[in-house]
């Protein structure tokens, strides 16, 4: 089985942006720059055969390629956050490219959830038994980045990426990369 998920890697200096971003944090645990990606769909375990369907599948996928930037900071989970992250500026490419992207796992037959897309970069993932006292910085931490923005930035391509779950966090490789203005 392999656990994979389809993202855009980003440029280094939209990563050094992101890197300074980090800088503070008051809690959790930091995203290493070799890890910054924007997630199109998480997929899952599926075995090899199904991930080689996905990737004839995702290799089909056309389009011109377009310019995003990061904008802003927040937390998902209210009460208990679980991820601090950098907030996506686009016009609507990039969700008309999230949808081919969940056709294409349709097609390779792997449904994927139906839930609502909010492009993001994560910057730190932060443990489920943080304190009151550490939300309460975060949630100030974040308002104090909510002017972060980066220069525009051109989407060249996306990744097929495999996730490998280890004791220090996921490690990330990517599996295939698909260009896009091909
Ligand atoms: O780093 P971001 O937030 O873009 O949170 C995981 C990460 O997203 C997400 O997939 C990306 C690569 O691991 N992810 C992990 N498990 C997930 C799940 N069960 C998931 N997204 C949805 N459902």
């Given at each position: 089985?392999?656990?994979?998920?389809?993202?855009?890697?980003?440029?280094g200096a939209v990563v050094r942006d992101l890197t300074a971003a980090q800088a503070g944090l008051p809690a959790g645990r930091a995203v290493a720059p070799e890890n910054f990606h924007l997630t199109l769909a998480f997929i899952g375990e599926h075995p090899e055969p199904v991930i080689e369907d996905l990737h004839l599948a995702l290799d089909r996928i056309t389009g011109a390629g377009f310019q995003v930037s990061l904008a802003g900071a927040g937390l998902f989970g209210n009460k208990r956050p679980r991820v601090l992250y950098a907030g996506v500026r686009s016009g609507p490419e990039l969700g008309r490219l999230r949808e081919k992207v969940v056709q294409a796992a349709?097609?390779?037959e792997i449904p994927l959830a139906r839930e609502r897309y909010t492009p993001h970069v994560t910057l730190a993932r932060l443990n489920s038994g943080l304190s009151p006292e550490d939300a309460a910085e975060l949630r100030d931490f974040a308002a104090r980045r909510a002017g972060f923005s980066t220069a525009p930035f051109r989407i060249e391509?996306?990744?097929l990426f495999r996730s490998t779950l280890g004791r220090n966090g996921a490690i990330y490789e990517a599996l295939a990369k698909y260009p896009l203005d091909k």
């Open positions: 089985m392999i656990r994979t998920f389809v993202g855009i890697p980003l440029p349709r097609g390779a391509g996306f990744a």
